[in-house]
């Protein structure tokens, strides 16, 4: 597997803008060899950077989104019971019925015996129940799974783990001990322009500088929702589609009734000693 | 220079003098890398010492300051405290480019200069009065001299968008500035060592230990959105062991693999687990004046948890019980303290918390039985008697009963506190002052060993 460090400028080729801290842990995780655990509010893409990792390194995406009541059957294995079961009436000869024949790999399991190299996305692990962390260490430390009528089954070092926390649960201690921390905040102004500047089109630079201050300006505030990056993409996008101004089509922005009249009050308020 | 591996166990041993533990593992790991990267700087070395060993943001918080009290280096402001610098500044003053510049470089000396200006210039400062730092900041921020810079950033001719930036890099220049100036006035008030209170006096704590009451407000304002998401947490923590067991259905997929043994002959049946009894959780807040600031806390935790589930009831009283679930769910997060402006519904009859009263309300108003019940409160009954009837009451009617008291723990039970009574039945009470304790009380509390045992 490749394990070259990666640099800021192969992210921002294909389209994902950052900064160094990123980038670093990122390869310092990679070589290690350690799974990655990303914390940080919803919308800031969490679930982009790995799907940007996957394209980057040219790894098979392999996702398992978490959700309360997930369990082993759902996430790791199950048998094949009706197979197993049509092979019992159907055969004389004792073949085992817990072979691989009757594996039905899910995620983890098939994550973990890929042949090509492959990244693994655990997403919103907050939402699964604490028992299920359990389940997950095995794989996290030791890269293997052990299947209690099989045996184990050892995985080879040809993968990136990747988990996402939105921090909805207190993830435990053992869980976080065994991957490499990363917290994923809000872009920067720069960053919001880079982004703007290369995803919409017919946007100069100049409006793009003022749409990212103003954004900036607006997650600042004391907002019930703040917006996400592809909110704040998206209203940009349309508003310079258009050519509206800052206070029309809030709808794509803020999804709140409240937020909309702060927004629109603070914007008035700054505009006041200008017009003096 | 380089990060020697002696120096680095000195470090390890300071941060455990100051209650943070450096896993081996990850010390391990850090030596590995470095070795096999052959990462020489010591800023180097400190950056991937800071990526590798906290686990989460509180801690990466934590350490980024003992990194900067043993090493003397801070880390760039990558995030949004670092100053945008827009073009219109190029053009007007010098003096506050250059400040912000350095800044973002990471050199805070103009800031320190000019803090201790501040204080030994501006003020006539008498640090022996007994009034908490937090007042002669106040007393700064009214000088001219503070405004006056402030005022720099106003005093530009700026476009309208650029203005948003301009505002937001005068909010960050505050915080950084009132940050500082705490700092330099903790140090005064050190050397002086005559002022009232020792603990006031120790090294700047880490947001998590700041007291509540202490939080200044811009820390304030971070330890309630803390506080919310932990009332979350809280909240999903209880509701996902009461889900956790449905009620006695069929488990399918289990009743099949299970036939397997018996060769596809539904032999056993498996059904879901069903739960003794439904648990009910009720949480109550004393929001009266000896609670000050504390109930502001409180509340925000109840909202936190009963904006998450509906099942879950919250009350708060002075001298008598009022639920505000229903309230609580109709109101926004930053309108939370518009609670406290309707004080005077909440007062039933004279203003001063009376828990005989308020106790007596709930076991009526509250219908539940073998629950729950989270208390946060003083105990501070203001001469008024509760009667052992109430708490055998209380114990009776409450499956487990956990308090939650922000006074500290050696004023419990002093003059009009009545912690005694009502100790005995809680299953837990603890001190909780601030956010660490808060969080740590969270984290200990396990409804599946409390509800079921």
Redesign the interface.
């Known amino acids: 597997m490749n394990t070259k460090d990666l640099s800021i400028d192969e992210l921002e080729k294909i389209g994902y803008y950052t900064n160094q801290d990123l980038v670093n842990v990122v390869n310092a995780a990679r070589f290690l060899n350690k799974p990655l655990l990303i914390e940080g509010p919803a919308g800031t893409g969490k679930t982009y950077l790995a799907k940007t990792l996957s394209k980057l390194l040219d790894l098979d995406l392999i996702r398992l989104q978490c959700h309360e009541g997930i369990d082993e059957d759902r996430a790791v294995y199950e048998w094949n019971y009706k197979k197993q079961l049509l092979s019992i009436q159907s055969k004389d000869d004792n073949s085992n019925l817990f072979s691989e024949e009757y594996l039905i790999k899910r995620p983890l399991l098939s994550a973990l015996t890929c042949e090509v190299d492959s990244l693994l996305l655990i997403d919103e692990i907050d939402r699964a129940d604490e028992e299920f962390e359990a389940l997950l260490l095995e794989i996290l430390a030791e890269n293997q799974i052990t299947i209690p009528e099989m045996g184990t089954v050892k995985g080879k070092d040809n993968k990136v783990i990747i988990l996402t926390s939105n921090n909805t649960r207190e993830l435990s201690d053992a869980l976080r001990r065994r991957c490499i921390y990363l917290y994923l905040d809000f872009p920067t102004i720069d960053i919001e322009k880079k982004v703007l500047i290369n995803t919409i089109d017919n946007i100069t630079e100049d409006e793009a500088v003022k749409y990212a201050s103003l954004i900036a300006y607006v997650r600042n505030l004391n907002l019930n929702k703040i917006p996400s990056l592809i909110e704040s993409v998206e209203w940009v996008k349309f508003n310079i589609f258009n050519k509206s101004n800052t206070s029309e089509n809030l709808g794509i922005l803020l999804k709140d009734k409240s937020d909309h009249k702060l927004y629109l009050e603070s914007i008035e308020n700054l505009d006041e000693p200008n017009n003096k | 220079m380089n990060l020697t591996t002696s120096e680095l166990a000195k470090f390890s041993n300071f941060c455990r003098d100051n209650n943070f533990h450096i896993?081996i593992?990850s010390t391990e790991?850090f030596l590995?890398?470095r070795t096999?990267?052959r990462i020489s700087s010591l800023e180097e070395n400190l950056?991937?010492l800071f990526?590798?060993v906290?686990?989460?943001?509180e801690t990466?918080n934590t350490f980024k300051n003992l990194i900067y009290r043993y090493f003397n280096f801070s880390f760039e402001n990558?995030?949004?405290e670092?100053f945008?610098i827009?073009k219109e500044y190029f053009d007007i003053d010098d003096y506050l480019l250059n400040t912000l510049n350095e800044i973002n470089n990471g050199n805070l000396s103009e800031l320190d200069r000019m803090s201790i200006d501040l204080i030994s210039n501006d003020i006539v400062a008498d640090f022996t009065r007994p009034v908490s730092d937090l007042y002669w900041l106040n007393q700064i921020k009214k000088t001219e001299s503070y405004q006056n810079f402030l005022n720099m950033f106003?005093n530009l001719q700026?476009?309208?968008?650029?203005?948003?930036?301009n505002?937001?890099n005068k909010?960050s220049m505050e915080k950084l500035l009132d940050t500082t100036i705490l700092e330099k006035i903790r140090d005064e008030r050190n050397k002086q060592k005559t002022a009232y209170e020792p603990s006031e006096l120790e090294p700047r704590r880490e947001l998590n230990e700041t007291d509540f009451l202490f939080a200044s407000q811009e820390e304030r304002k971070l330890l309630l959105e803390q506080t919310y998401?932990l009332g979350?947490?809280l909240a999903?923590?209880y509701k996902?062991f009461t889900?956790?067991a449905s009620k006695g259905r069929l488990f399918f997929?289990k009743t099949?693999?299970k036939s397997?043994e018996s060769?596809?002959v539904l032999e056993k049946i498996i059904l879901k687990p069903k739960l003794r009894h439904k648990p009910k959780l009720t949480i109550v807040c004393d929001i009266s004046g000896s609670m000050a600031l504390n109930s502001l806390f409180g509340v925000t935790l109840l909202y936190g948890m009963v904006s998450k589930f509906s099942s879950i009831k919250a009350f708060v009283f002075i001298d008598g019980i009022t639920e505000i679930s229903k309230t609580l769910r109709t109101i926004?997060?930053?309108e939370i303290e518009t609670i406290f402006s309707r004080w005077s519904e909440f007062v039933k009859s004279d203003g001063h918390s009376d828990y005989q009263k308020s106790f007596e309300e709930l076991l009526e108003s509250d219908r539940v039985k073998k629950g729950t019940l989270i208390v946060i409160g003083d105990a501070r009954n203001n001469y008024r008697n509760i009667s052992q009837q109430l708490i055998s009451n209380l114990a009776d009617k409450y499956q487990k009963i956990f308090w939650i008291n922000p006074e500290q723990k050696k004023y419990w039970n002093t003059g009009d506190s009545q912690m005694n009574k009502f100790e005995p039945i809680n299953s837990r009470t603890v001190e909780v002052r601030n956010y660490k304790q808060l969080k740590q009380f969270?984290?200990d509390l396990d409804f599946k060993k409390v509800l079921t045992s």
């Not at chain 2, 906290?54 to 943001?57: G, R």
């Not at chain 2, 700026?158 to 930036?165: A, D, G, W």
């Open positions: 896993p593992e790991i590995k890398y096999s990267k950056k991937y990526y590798l906290p686990k989460d943001k990466q990558s995030n949004h670092a945008h827009i106003d700026i476009s309208n968008f650029s203005q948003l930036t505002q937001l909010k998401q979350n947490k999903v923590k996902r889900k956790e997929r099949i693999r397997l060769g596809g926004k997060k930053n969270v984290k």
